[in-house]
């Protein structure tokens, strides 16, 4: 069994900065690194260091060669990405505060460019049993949904960013909802400052059939499975650069999932994975391998 993750992949221009900048205002910027990223890509080199096997779907420009290269030495099939020689690669403009926040501006470029012809090529390479994992970062997402439960594959939907983009998803079709409180709040049609039970409570109810893990930051974790409700703690480590915790998180998750893992070992060592990410900086060079997790749960 498989998990194809359909996803984007993105260069991410990373500013330190004081403060994130205001309306109107110019700010300088303390250093400026360039790293590979995208919730796609992120995702998908932690699926694969906890041990899962994955395969990549999506599209670079030619300036992102450096990224499919960078999944295949991460240990992910990389055959079902491709490369347009019109449009350029996907990118970030992220701010990084001096507390490890961030804040983050998209451009689409080659993830933007998913034909739903593309879509159903490259899903065709899968298996009914397989699983499909999505972001919101890609374009035509309603029909790779679509197409992927047609075939028959498990649905996991990362609803980030939650936009209007998702009101054109049949989301009755995902199988496993992973998002944050912001998130959870939007679907469920909910204040932000409505609690944990709250949103879980209101996501079960618009979607009685799928399982739901919801993230709550340094308040740990949810997991509502059918008669299943688990409550992970956050692990307390130094924050250098949270960008990318919650696809650590979501990748170590599937892995235990798709191993067959009880929910309180996939949900601690998707908790654990997620605080070792945030001790470093960048985001899919921050993501630890499965050893370094294991080392990390045994000290605690």
């Known amino acids: 069994m498989r998990i194809l993750n359909f996803g984007s992949l993105n260069i991410d221009f990373v500013y330190d900065v004081d403060h994130f900048v205001r309306p109107g205002e110019t700010i300088s910027s303390r250093a400026l690194g360039t790293y590979p990223g995208g919730k796609g890509l992120n995702q998908s080199i932690a699926l694969a260091r906890a041990g899962a096997s994955v395969v990549h779907a999506g599209q670079v420009g030619e300036d992102g060669r450096f990224l499919v290269e960078l999944l295949e030495e991460s240990g992910v099939d990389a055959s079902l990405t491709r490369v347009s020689t019109e449009l350029r690669t996907g990118n970030a403009i992220i701010q990084r505060d001096a507390e490890g926040n961030n804040c983050i501006i998209l451009y689409g470029g080659a993830n933007q460019d998913i034909s739903s012809e593309l879509t159903d090529e490259l899903l065709s390479q899968m298996q009914p049993e397989d699983w499909l994992l999505l972001q919101n970062e890609v374009n035509g997402l309603a029909h790779i949904v679509r197409a992927g439960k047609a075939r028959?594959?498990?649905?996991?939907?990362?609803?980030?960013?939650?936009?209007?983009?998702?009101?054109?998803?049949?989301?009755?079709?995902?199988?496993?909802?992973?998002?944050?409180?912001?998130?959870?709040?939007q679907l469920a049609g909910l204040d932000e400052a409505a609690d944990a039970g709250e949103l879980v409570g209101a996501l079960g109810r618009r979607f009685p059939t799928a399982e739901i893990v919801l993230t709550l930051g340094e308040e740990g974790s949810v997991l509502a499975s059918g008669d299943v409700l688990l409550r992970q703690e956050a692990f307390s480590v130094p924050v250098v650069d949270t960008t990318?915790?919650?696809?650590?998180?979501?990748?170590?998750?599937?892995?235990?999932?798709?191993?067959g893992e009880r929910p309180e070992v996939f949900m601690r060592r998707a908790s654990a994975a997620s605080a070792l990410a945030v001790t470093r900086p960048?985001?899919?060079?921050?993501?630890?391998?499965?050893?370094e997790v294991d080392e990390f749960i045994a000290r605690l």
């Open 282 to 291: 960048g985001a899919a060079v921050s993501i630890p391998r499965s050893d």
């Open 244 to 259: 990318a915790a919650g696809d650590t998180f979501t990748g170590y998750l599937l892995a235990g999932m798709l191993a």
């Open 152 to 185: 028959g594959m498990k649905v996991v939907l990362n609803p980030s960013p939650a936009n209007e983009a998702l009101e054109e998803v049949d989301l009755a079709a995902v199988d496993l909802f992973v998002l944050n409180e912001v998130e959870a709040a």
